[in-house]
């Protein structure tokens, strides 16, 4: 789905008091309305698997576990992320926070999608080395048993 988006760098209550919260680096705050405009289904009683995506402009993605906020806070056609984020997204512009619109593509992902390209790269080496252990373990595996069976 592709719509015209303000990245902001932090939720502002309203305008002359802004709210500093640290976000984390592998989240996306959005309204509950924008989840059901992506998804196709409501924020409520979802749980984080069903929450991975990956956001695009022009060439460059990252992917995000979508986290809803309050709609007193904020409108459904922002989205609050981590300055990284922003600024890959932005193309390193040295843009201001305020209502510059870019558009992006939001599609949902696995989950394994959003850990096998996650911009954490502690978690993402984790996940990788895990999976080629399963791989090459597998592989030992069915090499001793031909070993056993036609030696």
Request: charged letters at 25%.
């Amino acid at each position: 789905m592709k719509k015209e988006y303000s990245i902001k760098l932090r939720f502002c209550r309203n305008d002359n008091e802004p709210d500093n919260t640290l976000f984390g680096t592998d989240s996306a705050y959005m309204s509950p309305t924008a989840y059901k405009e992506i998804f196709g289904k409501k924020l409520d009683g979802t749980n984080r698997e069903n929450r991975f995506i990956k956001i695009s402009h022009n060439n460059n993605s990252i992917y995000r576990i979508l986290r809803g906020v309050p709609h007193n806070i904020l409108s459904k056609d922002i989205i609050y992320m981590d300055s990284d984020g922003k600024n890959i997204l932005n193309n390193n512009s040295d843009s201001d926070d305020k209502n510059d619109k870019i558009e992006l593509e939001i599609i949902p992902v696995s989950w394994f999608s959003f850990y096998w390209h996650t911009s954490n790269i502690m978690a993402r080496i984790s996940f990788k080395t895990g999976f080629y252990s399963i791989i090459l373990g597998l592989i030992s595996v069915v090499l001793s048993v031909w070993q056993m069976f036609f030696r």
